[in-house]
Nanobody, 126 residues
Framework: QMQLIESGGGSVHPGASLRLSCASSGRNFNNFAMGWFRQTPGKDREFVGAITRYGQKTTYSDSVKDRFTVSRDNEKSTAYLDMSSLKPEDTAIYYC???????????????????WGQGTQVTVSS
């Protein structure tokens, strides 16, 4: 089993920045691509961004591209989501997830991810 714990959520004003962290334990972190998803009430979980096992590739949804950055520190078994220029429509519960994908593969479908964190709330409002 792999445990993922998100942290760093909170309430911010539009235009602010926030960093989410996802700490992993229980499995070899290097064996997993890491993804971030978000969900608002009444909507399906939405892909945000992902990073390959060793951080050489990232991909993002169009809605967050150029504002959000996914990174990872394999020594600390932790993934990060740096969010800038936050908008009210970024308000959601944010989840990190782990995908035992091949080393250069990034996937955007939540069904491909084996392990999930419990989520952290991000609220953007004035």
């Amino acid at each position: 089993q792999m445990q993922l714990i998100e942290s760093g959520g909170g309430s911010v004003h539009p235009g602010a920045s926030l960093r989410l962290s996802c700490a992993s334990s229980g499995r070899n972190f290097n064996n997993f691509a890491m993804g971030w998803f978000r969900q608002t009430p009444g909507k399906d979980r939405e892909f945000v961004g992902a990073i390959t096992r060793y951080g050489q590739k990232t991909t993002y949804s169009d809605s967050v591209k150029d504002r959000f950055t996914v990174s990872r520190d394999n020594e600390k078994s932790t993934a990060y989501l740096d969010m800038s220029s936050l908008k009210p429509e970024d308000t959601a519960i944010y989840y990190c997830a782990a995908d035992m994908a091949p080393a250069t593969v990034l996937r955007v479908n939540q069904g491909d991810y084996e392990y999930w964190g419990q989520g952290t709330q991000v609220t953007v409002s004035s």
